[in-house]
């Protein structure tokens, strides 16, 4: 049996594109336990492959849509594209962003800035979030090893990832609480939580 997986992007102009996703094969005839489903490489394999496909497409329509400036509306003219790498708890995956010159109107006329703020490493909240979470109920080794088991970003995760990571969201927390009076003295909710990661 073989089971093809497709992911389908519909765009505003009403075109359609698809893209093979995964295909997975199983040759046996009579299934054992091991051999119903999906194993956990396959579906490692299989999120890393949509998020890149998601990231690549998100990444080159934000890079087209950004032809002039929401300001005064004059054209936004290109340095050049330099490549990246995002991190998520569904994959890495490679971005080609576009650099621009700044605009007059804002007297930026002579700096270039990345299309987008991704800054110097590009890592979804949520992993970030997840990271610091387990980081804070175990050594940072464990941590590495469970999210290398679990996770398909974190292949090549190690302690001092953890750490650091671990670190820049504590940073993150303490600008917040100095910033806001009497916030250091209350409990910080979820939800504010997930805006500070």
């Not at 009579?30 to 119903?36: E, K, R, T, V, Y």
């Not at 080794?141 to 088991?149: R, T």
């Amino acid at each position: 049996m073989r089971w093809s997986l497709k992911l389908s992007v519909e765009l505003e102009t009403g075109e359609t594109n698809t893209y093979e996703v995964a295909q997975v094969d199983r040759e046996e005839t009579f299934i054992a336990p091991a051999s119903l489903g999906l194993s956990i490489t396959e579906s490692k394999q299989i999120l890393a492959a949509v998020q890149t496909q998601m990231v690549t497409d998100q990444v080159a329509r934000h890079n087209e849509a950004l032809k002039a400036c929401r300001f005064c509306g004059r054209r936004v003219r290109t340095k050049g594209y330099y490549g990246s790498v995002f991190k998520s708890v569904f994959g890495e995956a490679p971005m080609r962003l576009r650099r621009v010159w700044g605009c007059e109107c804002r007297g930026a006329a002579h700096r270039t800035f990345s299309s987008i703020p991704t800054g110097e490493n590009p890592t979804a909240r949520e992993l970030n979030y997840l990271t610091a979470k387990l980081a804070a109920l175990m050594p940072f080794g464990k941590v590495a090893d469970l999210l290398g088991e679990l996770l398909p970003a974190s292949a090549g995760t190690n302690a001092v990832t953890v750490r650091n990571r671990t670190m820049r969201v504590g940073r993150r927390l303490e600008k917040s609480a100095i910033a806001v009076p009497g916030m250091a003295r209350r409990e910080v909710s979820p939800r504010e939580k997930s805006r500070l990661v």
